[in-house]
């Protein structure tokens, strides 16, 4: 069968939008390599961004990996280049995510190639939101909608009941509670947010003019990455009181299961963007493993809670950094 090749042109191309993908704490913890001579882009995940304290398993990292592996299938077949995509594709390198071809000319009329190429416009029009939403329900056509998304991707996505978001909200406070009584647990955090005119030149983390306003009343799953630090010209508004929230699961909770989790998240993302909704992420009360347990809805909810996503209709947030594709992207020699 006749498969296109990947040269380096195209395969920039494509992880410059991969890389627009949410992380955790906007770390961007990916690698891509191309095997030019084959056509074929490897992902992997870069330890060196990882989150010792609050992500010690690894399990956000993973997922952060696996939204940008989505993007990069939208942009693929965006640009026409149906991909095949294989997980964890070699047992003897564990640290080899994924490995991505574009498919052989006869099966690039596949379905799901006209769903991902439909979701492109919204890769660089997502962005996470950390301002109020409006009290407005979300129609049930739009939830269906999305939880469909995840389940393409083998996940799925809950609404919880109002009693099961009061337990959720009451779950992300006692996360914040121990990091008041814990500080060193915020090490992360404060190594990845960027303060001052450190911002303005930063390629990752979080900047400060994407912290968004202090919330001084509302009940929003909100990390504050400022803390007790103080940031020029933020203030303080109110924020919805009934959040919208949605858990995202699998059914296991492997390797494996993150990266579909991620790829499903990101899916899910993108369809809201297109629907209008602003989105946010919150996985503080899921970096505790006990809380982890309870974030789980105890009668219908199945599988491993991965990501609480928040959403509502409210202006988008900002676009932050993004390290340069030469920084991300490694081309191997040709044999």
Not at 236 to 264: C, I, K, M, V
Request: aromatic share 4%; proline share 10%; glycine share 6%.
């Amino acid at each position: 069968m006749d498969t296109q090749q990947l040269d380096a042109r195209t395969a920039a191309a494509l992880v410059a939008q991969a890389v627009v993908a949410p992380s955790m704490h906007n770390a961007q913890p990916w690698r891509f390599r191309l095997r030019e001579d084959e056509g074929v882009l490897e992902l992997r995940p870069d330890l060196d961004r990882a989150m010792p304290r609050s992500d010690p398993g690894n399990r956000a990292l993973y997922i952060g990996c696996g939204a940008a592996l989505f993007n990069l299938r939208v942009a693929a077949a965006h640009a026409g280049l149906a991909p095949d995509v294989r997980l964890l594709p070699d047992p003897a390198e564990p640290l080899l995510l994924a490995v991505v071809r574009p498919a052989p000319a006869a099966a690039r009329a596949v379905p799901d190639a006209d769903d991902l190429a439909r979701l492109h416009p919204a890769i660089r029009r997502r962005h996470t939101s950390r301002h109020p939403f409006d009290e407005k329900d979300i129609p049930e056509d739009a939830r269906a909608a999305l939880q469909a998304a995840a389940a393409r991707e083998g996940a799925e996505l809950l609404f919880p009941g109002p009693w099961h978001v009061e337990t959720v909200l009451d779950l992300v406070h006692d996360a914040e509670s121990r990091d008041a009584l814990h500080p060193e647990g915020m090490e992360d955090l404060r190594h990845w947010t960027r303060l001052g005119p450190e911002a303005d030149a930063a390629t990752d983390g979080v900047p400060e003019y994407a912290f968004g306003p202090r919330m001084r009343d509302g009940r929003a799953p909100l990390r504050d990455f400022a803390g007790r630090r103080p940031v020029a010209d933020r203030g303080a508004t109110a924020f919805e009181h009934n959040p919208h929230l949605a858990l995202l699961s699998t059914p296991g909770d492997a390797p494996a299961d993150w990266l579909r989790a991620g790829q499903a998240l990101e899916r899910v993302l993108l369809e809201a963007t297109l629907a209008g909704l602003a989105t946010s992420l919150t996985s503080h009360a899921l970096e505790n493993p006990d809380l982890r347990l309870l974030v789980r809805d105890p009668v219908v909810g199945r599988g491993h809670v991965q990501m609480v996503l928040r959403l509502g209709y409210g202006p988008f947030g900002p676009a932050t950094p993004r390290r340069p594709v030469r920084d991300v992207l490694d081309i191997a020699p040709t044999a």
